[in-house]
């Protein structure tokens, strides 16, 4: 069997927002049973197949980079982190819905993986001021990733939900919420499964595909541009 094609996304987040187990999930289809504070960087491999039902289908390697530590971390730790974030072909990035702060913090996680580690000009989550046009014209694709959906009461799961719908929208990036221990939230056709193969799928299109991805990213800016306009 000929080698397959291979792709690096980076998973980041805060630790305790449950990316080791959401990684474990998504390789394995699997819940972690027991999970543990990740060290440096773990390496994990989903198999995807690419444009899934079309004559265009063909088998990658997804290599799913769990990096740990503090985004507040001292400089000389974010200078070894740093390591991790070369050749990178997609970011995703994890919040634990219960906890706002994680929410806040992807901002200084995608902004120092993208080599533009410079304080946010606000936090929209909080205040609806953030500055979009930070992420306006980056070319990495995003997913953001909601844990802990099970640890919110249903009576408030309609404000935190609308709360961190405003994230993935700064990112111009899609949003899945679920429950790490529950597989469930990833089967096969359901919206999350979707979402979550569009994603790969858009990390591969950059990666091999490039001419065929900026069209499309061009598109979508222009999208953008004249919703802003009205």
């Given at each position: 069997?000929a080698?397959?094609?291979?792709?690096k996304?980076?998973?980041?987040?805060?630790?305790?927002?449950?990316?080791?187990?959401?990684?474990?999930l998504?390789c394995?289809?699997?819940?972690l049973?027991?999970?543990?504070w990740?060290?440096?960087?773990?390496?994990?491999?989903?198999?995807?197949d690419?444009?899934?039902?079309?004559?265009?289908?063909?088998?990658y390697?997804?290599?799913?980079?769990?990096?740990?530590?503090?985004?507040?971390?001292?400089?000389?730790?974010?200078?070894?982190?740093?390591?991790?974030?070369n050749?990178l072909?997609?970011?995703?990035l994890v919040?634990?819905l219960?906890n706002k702060?994680?929410?806040?913090?992807?901002?200084?996680w995608?902004?120092?993986?993208?080599?533009?580690?410079?304080?946010?000009?606000?936090?929209?989550?909080?205040?609806?001021?953030?500055?979009?046009?930070?992420?306006?014209?980056?070319?990495i694709?995003?997913?953001v990733?909601g844990?802990?959906l099970?640890?919110?009461?249903?009576?408030?799961?309609?404000?935190?939900?609308t709360?961190t719908?405003?994230?993935?929208?700064d990112f111009?990036?899609?949003e899945?919420?679920?429950d790490?221990?529950?597989?469930?939230?990833?089967a096969?056709?359901?919206s999350?499964?979707?979402?979550?193969s569009?994603?790969f799928?858009?990390?591969?299109?950059?990666?091999?595909?490039?001419?065929?991805?900026?069209?499309?990213f061009?598109?979508?800016?222009?999208?953008?541009?004249?919703?802003e306009e009205h």
């Amino acid at each position: 069997m000929a080698a397959l094609d291979r792709v690096k996304v980076l998973v980041l987040g805060d630790s305790g927002v449950g990316k080791s187990s959401l990684v474990h999930l998504l390789c394995h289809n699997q819940v972690l049973g027991n999970p543990s504070w990740t060290v440096g960087c773990s390496v994990d491999v989903r198999i995807h197949d690419y444009k899934e039902g079309t004559p265009e289908e063909k088998t990658y390697y997804i290599e799913l980079w769990d990096v740990g530590g503090s985004v507040g971390s001292a400089t000389s730790v974010k200078s070894t982190r740093a390591v991790f974030y070369n050749s990178l072909n997609g970011i995703i990035l994890v919040h634990d819905l219960t906890n706002k702060k994680s929410s806040q913090n992807l901002y200084r996680w995608s902004l120092e993986a993208l080599n533009r580690d410079v304080a946010p000009t606000g936090v929209l989550v909080t205040n609806g001021d953030y500055d979009r046009e930070q992420f306006a014209d980056n070319q990495i694709p995003l997913l953001v990733i909601g844990t802990k959906l099970d640890q919110i009461p249903e009576t408030k799961r309609n404000e935190v939900l609308t709360r961190t719908a405003f994230l993935a929208e700064d990112f111009n990036a899609e949003e899945i919420n679920l429950d790490c221990t529950n597989p469930r939230y990833l089967a096969a056709g359901s919206s999350n499964a979707v979402k979550l193969s569009r994603f790969f799928d858009k990390v591969i299109e950059k990666r091999y595909f490039f001419k065929r991805w900026q069209s499309r990213f061009l598109a979508s800016r222009k999208e953008r541009d004249l919703e802003e306009e009205h």
